[in-house]
């Protein structure tokens, strides 16, 4: 259970009940019904730039938004945000990119929409700090439960992908 890490023992306990009862995946099916229709990285990254738009206007602007496949693998990272400054005349240029991990093309609508709000909280808030979490549920009042839930997500999807397991 190496997504649930550092929450408290009850939620694990709670996370280990459903696993054991083969209910984790169908609780989470039922909860989070609604998939979304963001399929390719053009549709991405113009969701992401509405999503931007609404909560952070003023944040320097996203050159590219993009699933990355070979996120998840490194240090179980779920998405990515990157600055790219460049010199332009007499002037520094920064720009962002945002990557995502492909698991949340297929993943349910809430939780895209919390990846995509964790990384744009990044546009003003580097540090996963107080800060942060405020500009995160700012956007999204749900992110703490949204997170939880990914984190539960992903433990039934390595499960259900474990050889030997159906």
């Not at 408290?8 to 169908?26: F, N, S, T, V």
């Not at 909860?31 to 952070?56: C, F, I, S, T």
């Not at 990914?150 to 397991?165: A, C, I, N, Q, V």
Request: glycine share 6%; with cysteine; proline share 4%.
């Amino acid at each position: 259970m190496k997504y649930l890490v550092g929450y408290p023992e009850h939620l694990q306990a709670r996370a280990r009940e459903l696993i054991e009862g083969d209910r984790l995946g169908a609780m989470l099916a039922a909860r989070y019904p609604e998939r979304h229709a963001v399929r390719n990285d053009g549709q991405l990254y113009e969701y992401v730039q509405e999503m931007k738009a609404r909560h952070l206007r003023k944040a320097v602007p996203l050159r590219k938004v993009a699933y990355d496949g070979k996120l998840q693998v490194v240090e179980q990272a779920l998405g990515t945000h990157t600055m790219v400054s460049r010199a332009h005349g007499g002037r520094l240029r920064a720009s962002r990119e945002i990557r995502i991990a492909t698991v949340f093309r297929d993943a349910p609508a809430d939780f895209l929409r919390m990846i995509v709000v964790h990384e744009l909280a990044h546009l003003k808030e580097l540090d996963h700090g107080k800060a942060f979490y405020q500009l995160c549920t700012n956007m999204a009042p749900d992110y703490h439960q949204l997170e939880f839930d990914t984190r539960l997500y992903l433990t039934d999807l390595e499960l259900r992908l474990k050889p030997g397991s159906a």
